[in-house]
């Protein structure tokens, strides 16, 4: 080899290095940033104006799997932050509903033992105001629940027609750049960035184009994105939540009925599933609570003449409870206490054991006997007869009373529960696959400064030659001199 073919070849080796130090301090610097993916400085054989090029570390199918895994864990998780929200919103955890409506049986049930006794009366109408309240306010507290959860979908798709947006543009960037063969690595990695928040939101799958195109599905192939982001819009009902919807590109996304699958659809699912199943069964059975309570303590005309009336509980439905064999939508919003019975009002406490809260023709004790209590055991005695609930109620359809109400505080709670663990598999899953992915395409300090010590290395041999060429050359002139 010559002198100067030699010199050639060092100067070649020191650029060569040179660049990989660039593309190695790049890696370094970047090494904590999640979205990085690890740069690799390799010839580009391809092009002969531009010998040299950065690739990025590449594993496409973890990737996918990496991004499914975080739609589900992502749906998951919210799930399951809503549901203990919704736990400690109703108190299922520690039976409140269920634990008032027994104080009120026991309580019917000593009155019926001592029907003589005043005291006893007054204790169980505080026991049925404490019990109306509690429905009445988890009732209010869950409409409030509902229009939270409503916001939240009108962020979240609001989110996802920005995310769309910006993939819009980056996605751009990297077809006008790779069609003239700049280096887009970085749009590269702020686009899978957004495809990370994006799936989040909702299942995403891609189509790969020339030049680094992308058309974007959602995961019931609706068109999310094809050379321009299509339209996400959020339509909220303050009024009945069941009828929250978002429509994609003009068509509604199409939510599982069970909490668990439409987590596993991302964010916006689980927030509709929520919305459209979850808070509206559990308003339902609220409702069947308060009209239970209603008819159990009704009073009925002796006679049989007159229709059925609401006796110690009502609602600003009432008097009239011949017409309620069936759910009656936002009956639990004005449960209480008939005034009737309340002496604070008026009323007497005695009219649970003798009727007439209605008039003098829904009097039961006639003779006006102290010891009067078969209107008293008859209610004592419906906290256990089974009751025609309504059959969309998750409490029901046919239980006493009694059991409805522990029955509803008992699937909400066994729904948490498996939110919870539902949430926790999907998560340890996801950050499996992410330590997995990150390992393989992430910077890893410890490779790249040993990388860093061989180009040193090879730095150090090259200008070695370098300076022995120089050496050789310059004797050489002057020999010839």
């Known amino acids: 080899m010559s002198l100067t073919a030699a010199l050639m070849n060092a100067h070649a080796s020191i650029f060569d290095v040179s660049r990989r130090v660039s593309t190695v301090a790049s890696n370094i610097t970047h090494a904590d940033d999640p979205n990085y993916v690890r740069r690799i400085a390799v010839n580009n054989v391809a092009n002969s104006n531009n010998a040299y090029a950065t690739q990025r570390a590449a594993a496409p199918q973890m990737e996918l799997m990496r991004r499914e895994s975080m739609t589900s864990s992502s749906g998951a998780e919210l799930t399951a932050e809503k549901m203990e929200q919704l736990s400690r919103l109703l108190g ?13 049986q026991s309580s019917m049930e000593l009155y019926a033992a001592s029907p003589a006794d005043t ?26 629940f509902a229009h939270v959860v409503g916001s939240e979908i009108g962020d979240e798709a609001a989110k996802l027609q920005q995310l769309l947006s910006d993939f ?22 702020q686009r899978s960035r957004i495809l990370n928040e994006m799936s989040a939101i909702v299942p995403v799958s891609q189509i790969d184009r020339e030049n680094g195109d992308m058309m974007l599905l959602t995961g019931n192939g609706v068109t999310l994105f094809d050379k321009v982001p299509r339209d996400v819009t959020a339509v909220i009902d303050s009024a009945d939540s069941s009828r929250n919807a978002v429509y994609i590109d003009g068509i509604a996304m199409r939510v ?14 689980a927030l509709l599933n929520m919305s459209q199943q979850t808070i509206p069964t559990a308003l339902r059975e609220l409702d069947e609570m308060a009209r ?5 303590f009704g009073e009925s005309d002796p006679s049989a003449a007159l229709p059925d009336m609401a006796g110690l509980f009502t609602w600003n ?24 019975f309340l002496s604070s009002q008026g009323g007497s406490a005695a009219a649970l054991r003798d009727g007439g809260a ?12 102290a010891s009067y209590s078969d209107r008293l055991e008859a209610v004592v005695s419906a906290f256990d007869t089974p009751f025609a609930f309504d059959a969309a109620a998750a409490g029901g359809p046919t239980r006493s009373l009694m059991d409805f109400a522990l029955s509803t505080e008992s699937n909400m709670e066994t729904a948490r529960v498996a939110a919870a663990d539902t949430a926790l598999r999907a998560s340890a899953l996801t950050t499996s696959l992410t330590e997995r992915f990150s390992n393989t395409v992430n910077v890893n300090l410890d490779e790249e400064i040993a990388l860093l010590v061989d180009l040193q290395n090879s730095y150090e041999a090259s200008s070695r030659i370098v300076s022995v060429v120089d050496e050789m050359l310059a004797q050489l002139f002057q020999a010839t001199g």
């Open 119 to 144: 005291a006893l009366a007054e204790s169980v109408v505080g026991k049925a105001e404490q019990l109306s309240t509690t429905i009445r306010s988890n009732a209010k507290s869950l409409h409030g």
């Open 317 to 340: 439905g009432g008097p009239d409870i011949s017409a309620i064999a069936s759910h009656v939508p936002s009956m639990a919003l004005s449960l209480s206490v008939n005034p009737a």
């Open 256 to 269: 599982p009925a069970d909490g668990e699958s439409a987590a596993a659809n991302g964010r916006l699912s």
């Open 292 to 296: 239970g309570l209603i008819v159990t």
């Open 168 to 189: 819009a543009n980056v996605n751009k960037t990297i077809v006008s750049g790779q069609t003239i063969g700049q280096d887009v690595s970085d749009a590269l990695d």
């Open 92 to 104: 299922n955890a520690e039976g409140t509903t269920s634990g008032l409506m027994k104080g009120l």
């Open 358 to 369: 209605n008039g003098a023709s829904y009097l039961a004790n006639t003779n006006g006997y």
